[in-house]
């Protein structure tokens, strides 16, 4: 394994000449995902569908976002073996999911052979302090956030993706608008400042200045940029491509719709043809049934879960946030606290 | 002179940004209409599944095989070396639709999972050393496809040595290794290019202008072909997307977050 910026010839030398696992080719696979489409799938059968509909990759996961809300308890890793069959479903990218600071399910996942680890907050986090160093991987991470600040401090820990978060499970695109908005416009403000202003910008969100330096001169997030959660509709995706996304997760948004199929298919197309409303009005069309019966599904299953969010037992632990939590549901996404 | 990149997935960002270093107009192409006046195709990297789909739906497939019939260039990358085959092998179950054109068989998928994913410096072909630079050139292989079997008239640009230890793919391997444990990863027939590696995740332009040395000569009237098309089809010309400026780095191969 490689030790702080020193990559090393992968362990088992199986190309004399050739870097496995090198930063490039880490962010090499996350730029093949470009303007794709990224779905949960909970089985072979939904990972079918989903190839067949176009999806560049595949989320593995147990229960999607809507489902873990409504049924609480804590969110892990799923089965190896359930990923295993996906995989072997299917011949796009598999991804799976890691909770947060847990580098043992990520080492499992890595074992197995899975293209990309999530290490998501839509899971339980298993450490509320650090996130897995994901330098001492050979799989490239993909992980969330909200501000810019955020999301440097994960490619600082060696992500090569970033994903901003929304409202997983909910069909409500709010939350990941308001993420996408905020990381671009602290870019944007940043590409205003001047250079001698840069350190005390780094200083005031927290993420390393090396980074932020090089994120002025870009203009951009130096990897991939997704918007996940909360995207529910084709117009969604198009309005995530719209404001500067490089794609799009979709969780529950797919197989919790009426159907499937045809939203898996619109989802796509619309990422692809994100600028271009007379193809969007196309897709759209025809889909309003399996639209209402999904926000339906999707309203109940929230309202139920918020239902326990309205009598909270627990009180948030970071220093200076004390927004109420439900046991088991514990997300960060209320969480204001810089320093994770 | 414009060059079309396929803008349905993947690296086609890359490719512009690479085709507008080189001082060449780039188009975003989705639909047929936008191949109208174009010189010639970059097929960039991406998931060939998901191209091969958006391509069935907005019947590009038909349109494609036209533009390459007319003789004007394509080259493809990883995923469009998939499209230009005339045969792929490891597919999805149900296949996915082809361009073809390309007399040789690709094994989609050949080196394995991410985790066998890896860059290298192979020899550059003669093609690409008289355009100057070093005598290798940077290749990322991601997830790559690979040549198995190519026909006579394929003109092999470049090739990698399988050690014996490599276990990508099982039945073909042993036939590989028959011919000397080499792969072809780089090929030429006639107006299409083909490499299973991604010379848009690097800063070496010369395989892109290698590219631009296929395009047809005295292309001027074809542009203001072009433009006239353009100005009597205000809509397409308004849906033609337009180009961020603003991409990825470059990563150099073996730091970390360091741009070329």
């Known amino acids: 394994m490689a030790n702080n910026g020193v990559v090393a010839v992968y362990g088992n030398g199986v190309l004399a000449d050739s870097k496995k696992s090198t930063y490039a080719v880490k962010v090499g696979l996350a730029q093949m995902l470009r303007g794709g489409v990224i779905m949960d799938v909970i089985d072979a059968e939904q990972a079918r569908i989903a190839e067949e509909a176009g999806a560049a990759a595949v989320m593995a996961l147990e229960r999607v976002p809507a489902d873990i809300r409504a049924q609480g308890g804590v969110a892990r890793m799923s089965d190896p073996q359930m990923i295993k069959d996906i995989k072997n479903a299917v011949t796009i990218p598999v991804m799976a999911k890691a909770r947060i600071g847990h580098f043992v399910e990520a080492q499992i996942l890595e074992a197995i052979g899975v293209d990309f680890i999530d290490e998501s907050e839509v899971l339980t986090p298993a450490d509320d302090q650090h996130h897995i160093n994901k330098h001492n991987f050979h799989i490239p991470f993909v992980c969330g956030c909200r501000n810019l600040g955020e999301a440097l401090r994960r490619v600082a820990e060696g992500s090569a993706m970033i994903r901003t978060k929304g409202e997983a499970g909910t069909g409500n695109v709010v939350e990941a608008v308001r993420h996408v908005r905020t990381v671009l416009g602290d870019i944007r403000r940043l590409q205003a400042l001047d250079d001698d202003e840069v350190f005390s910008f780094a200083k005031s969100i927290a993420a390393p200045y090396e980074l932020v330096r090089q994120t002025k001169q870009l203009g951009r997030l130096p990897v991939v940029n997704f918007a996940a959660g909360g995207v529910a509709t084709p117009a969604d995706a198009a309005l995530m491509m719209q404001l500067g996304c490089d794609g799009v997760f979709v969780g529950s948004g797919v197989f919790k719709s009426g159907d499937p199929v045809r939203r898996a298919r619109a989802i796509v197309q619309a990422v692809t043809h994100y600028n271009d409303p007379h193809v969007l009005a196309e897709v759209s069309s025809g889909s309003r049934r399996g639209l209402n019966s999904e926000l339906s599904i999707l309203g109940l299953r929230f309202r139920a879960s918020g239902s326990r969010c309205r009598e909270p037992s627990v009180i948030c632990s970071h220093a200076g946030c004390r927004h109420p939590m439900i046991s088991g549901l514990y997300t960060w996404d209320h969480c204001q606290d810089v320093s994770i | ?260």
């Not at chain 2, 001082?23 to 006046?37: D, F, N, S, T």
């Not at chain 2, 290698?210 to 005295?218: D, I, N, S, T």
């Not at chain 2, 603003?246 to 741009?259: A, M, N, Q, T």
Request: with cysteine; charged share 25%; proline share 5%.
């Open chain 2, 1 to 260: 002179m414009a060059v079309g990149v396929l803008a349905l997935q993947g690296s086609f960002k890359e490719h512009i940004v690479a085709l507008k270093k080189l001082g060449v107009e780039a188009v975003e192409v989705r639909k047929p209409e936008q191949l109208i006046g174009l010189a010639g195709l970059i097929i960039p990297g991406g998931e060939s599944t998901t191209m091969a789909k958006l391509a069935e739906e907005y019947s590009l497939i038909p349109a494609l095989k036209e533009f390459a019939s007319g003789g004007k260039p394509i080259w493809g990358t990883c995923a469009g070396l998939i499209f230009l085959a005339d045969k792929a092998v490891g597919q999805k179950s149900g296949g996915q639709a082809l361009l073809g054109g390309l007399d040789c068989t690709v094994h989609r998928n050949f080196f394995g999972s991410q985790l066998n994913s890896f860059e290298t410096e192979l020899p550059a072909p003669a093609a690409l050393t008289e355009l100057g630079g070093t005598e290798s050139f940077r290749a990322v292989f991601i997830r790559a496809p690979a040549i198995v079997d190519a026909g006579p008239d394929v003109d092999v640009l470049a090739a990698l040595e399988l050690p014996s230890g490599e276990s990508g793919a099982s039945s073909l391997e042993k036939k590989t290794e028959e011919k000397g444990k080499k792969v072809i990863v780089a090929v030429r027939q006639g107006n299409l290019l083909a490499t299973a590696f991604h010379p848009e995740l690097t800063s070496d332009s010369r395989w892109h202008s290698l590219f631009l040395k296929m395009l047809p000569k005295g292309g001027k009237a074809e542009v203001q072909q072009a433009k006239e098309q353009e100005t009597e089809e205000q809509v397409v010309r308004v849906l033609r997307p337009f180009t961020d400026p603003k991409d990825l780095p470059v990563f150099r191969d073996s730091s970390f977050l360091v741009f070329e």
